[in-house]
């Protein structure tokens, strides 16, 4: 018999991932998860940067051979904006497809599940920003089905329910929600991965691990993320340097994706300041966003620290090391030093002149919602400033 009053702070929703083809050659496997989902004539989204490369045209012959066709779309900028959803779903209706095969890293992810979202809707994208309930107001039987093929590892938007899609007007990102556009599969094939230029292998990876960071330093009550983001964080440590040395480690490539997959689920429980900051810059500046989110990352822990301290002392101790949270912010700052990211945002071509816009975005972005100190303008405006 319970004794004393119960706590009503421990309610919340929780949903967990799609299903996963792990493993080095899964991709031969594609026109099966395709037909699995109940495509027939699937359209293969991707960005401009992979359409020619290897591992698309291999894709491609996968679902020709097996009576899918091969159409691709990738007018998809490397952060994606309406004017790109807007030219994927006029290419998805002109085709007649029923069904999207979502390819290459966040971007091609993104915009792909998008396309898929969106072709059946007659409201306008930004209906359905992830606030409140806005995603009820989609037609949920007019959502096509996703097969999600990551080729980085990193953002996890293959396990994702949402899309962050840029507005061309404003230069604002916005995170797009519904439950219906998590992928029915996605094929997490370390192979398609080996490929990828040393800067974007670094990028994607800061990425998966700051996912895991911030979802563990959430204030929000999801014990199975928290386990899944300290684990995640490990598997970032241990591996993340291995492939930056080393490109054609299957291993820690593998290690890598399931990373980038844990990191995504667990930010089920929230994101926070780094990625409120982050959104705005690449909005802006057109940065690579798990870049970015690594250069403002230890400004934004120390500005944490009087919430996270315990924390990250415990996740410290778990990852090996010693000293608590400064011991857990040098590991930080060395990780960082180690694979050659940029101290400063300048680095990135981000100027001063937009601060101020940039501290509104940011403490209005959701993310700033769920980080473990309030975020007001005053606060971005501080942190943009340590970090030029």
Known sequence: MQKGPVDMTLSANWSYPTAIRFGAGRIEELAEACRAAGMKRPLLVTDRGLADQAITQNALDLMEAAGLGR????????????????????AFKAGGHDGVVAFGGGSGLDLGKLVAFMAGQTRPVWDFEDIGDWWTRADAEAIFPIVAVPTTAGTGSEVGRAGVLTNSQSRVKKIIFHPKMLPVAAICDAQLTVGMPRPITVGSGMDAFIHCLEAYCSPAYHPLSQGIA???????????????????????????????????????????????????VGAIFDTHHGMTNAVVMPAVLRFNRSAIEERLGQAGAYLGLKGGFDGFLDFVLKLRAELGVPDKLGALGVGQDRIEEMAVMAAEDPCAGSNPVALTVDVARRLYGECM
């Open 71 to 90: 159409t691709v779309f990738a007018e998809v900028d490397a952060n994606p904006v309406d004017d790109n959803l807007a030219a994927g779903i006029k």
């Open 230 to 280: 300290l684990e995640g964080m490990r598997l970032v440590k241990e591996n993340l340097p291995r492939v930056a040395a080393a490109p054609d480690d299957l291993e820690a490539r593998a290690h890598m994706m399931s990373a980038a997959a844990m990191g995504a689920t667990a930010f089920q429980k929230g994101l926070g300041g780094m990625h409120a900051l982050a959104h705005p």
